[in-house]
Nanobody, 125 residues
Framework: QVQLVESGGGLVQAGGSLRLSCAASGRTFGRYAVGWFRQAPGKEREFVATIVQTDASADVADSVKGRFAISRDSAKYTVYLQMNSLKPEDTAVYYC??????????????????WGQGTQVTVSS
């Protein structure tokens, strides 16, 4: 079992940057695929980015492509979400999630077994 703690959220102006961190307990975090999801008020939670456990390949949603990047620091048991050129529509609670399972669909919330508590990101116009 792994526990996840997100940090790095906050208030930023449009065009600014933030880096979210997802810190995990347990030294086997490198064996987990990790995803970032977000949920805006009144909307469903949606996929943002994922990094898989096999070859550390990564993918991001079309809505953030070219602006967001996901990366992993295995030595620190941490996965990052670098968010640049932020827009007001990026405002949401951001959650990281993890699973040891191998899947063909890391874009789905149901793929993940462990979730963090979320961190608020607010982008002002």
């Amino acid at each position: 079992q792994v526990q996840l703690v997100e940090s790095g959220g906050g208030l930023v102006q449009a065009g600014g940057s933030l880096r979210l961190s997802c810190a995990a307990s347990g030294r086997t975090f490198g064996r987990y695929a990790v995803g970032w999801f977000r949920q805006a008020p009144g909307k469903e939670r949606e996929f943002v980015a994922t990094i898989v456990q096999t070859d550390a390949s990564a993918d991001v949603a079309d809505s953030v492509k070219g602006r967001f990047a996901i990366s992993r620091d295995s030595a620190k048991y941490t996965v990052y979400l670098q968010m640049n050129s932020l827009k007001p529509e990026d405002t949401a609670v951001y959650y990281c999630a993890a699973t040891r399972r191998f899947s063909d669909s890391f874009y789905r919330m149901t793929t993940y077994d462990y979730w963090g508590q979320g961190t608020q990101v607010t982008v002002s116009s």
